[in-house]
C-alpha cells in the first residue's frame, strides 16, 4: 500500500521560509517520479513542481521559480520543497504525488499516488 505523508506546514509571515517534506512507503521510490502540487481556498488544484526518478531534472511552475527548490533523497524515501521568499498568494494547501512514469509530469491525472496536504499559510 503506497503511503505519502507530508509534513512542515504551518503559519509563516510574508518574505519567510518553510521547507515541506513528504515520506514515501509501499513504493520502489527511488524509481518515481515526484510532484507537488497546491490547492488554494476557492481555486483548483495547481502544479507547482515536480523531480524526476535520479533527481536530476525538475521543473518548476512560473509562479515559484526561483523561489521554491524540489529535493530529493532516495536514501530515505523522502522527497522536499524548500520555500523561501513566501507570498500570500503561496497560502494553500499542498500535495505531494508520486508517478511510475519516467518524466517530468505535469498533470494531475499523471499522478495515481497522492498524499493528504498539508496546509501553508503566509500572512501579509
Known amino acids: 500500500q503506497v503511503q505519502l505523508v507530508e509534513s512542515g506546514g504551518g503559519l509563516v509571515q510574508a518574505g519567510g521560509s518553510l521547507r515541506l517534506s513528504c515520506a514515501a512507503s509501499?513504493?520502489?521510490?527511488?524509481?518515481?517520479?515526484m510532484g507537488w502540487f497546491r490547492q488554494g481556498s476557492g481555486k483548483e488544484r495547481e502544479f507547482v513542481t515536480a523531480?524526476?526518478?535520479?533527481?536530476?531534472?525538475?521543473y518548476y511552475a512560473d509562479s515559484v521559480k526561483l523561489r521554491f527548490t524540489i529535493s530529493r533523497d532516495n536514501a530515505k524515501n523522502t522527497v522536499y520543497l524548500q520555500m523561501n521568499s513566501l507570498k500570500p498568494d503561496d497560502t494553500a494547501v499542498y500535495y505531494c504525488?508520486?508517478?511510475?512514469?519516467?518524466?517530468?509530469?505535469?498533470?494531475?491525472?499523471?499522478?495515481?499516488?497522492w498524499g493528504q496536504g498539508i496546509q501553508v499559510t503566509v500572512s501579509a
Open positions: 504525488a508520486a508517478s511510475h512514469l519516467h518524466r517530468i509530469l505535469l498533470t494531475e491525472q499523471s499522478y495515481p499516488y
Open positions: 509501499g513504493l520502489t521510490f527511488s524509481t518515481y517520479t
Open positions: 523531480i524526476s526518478w535520479s533527481g536530476d531534472n525538475t
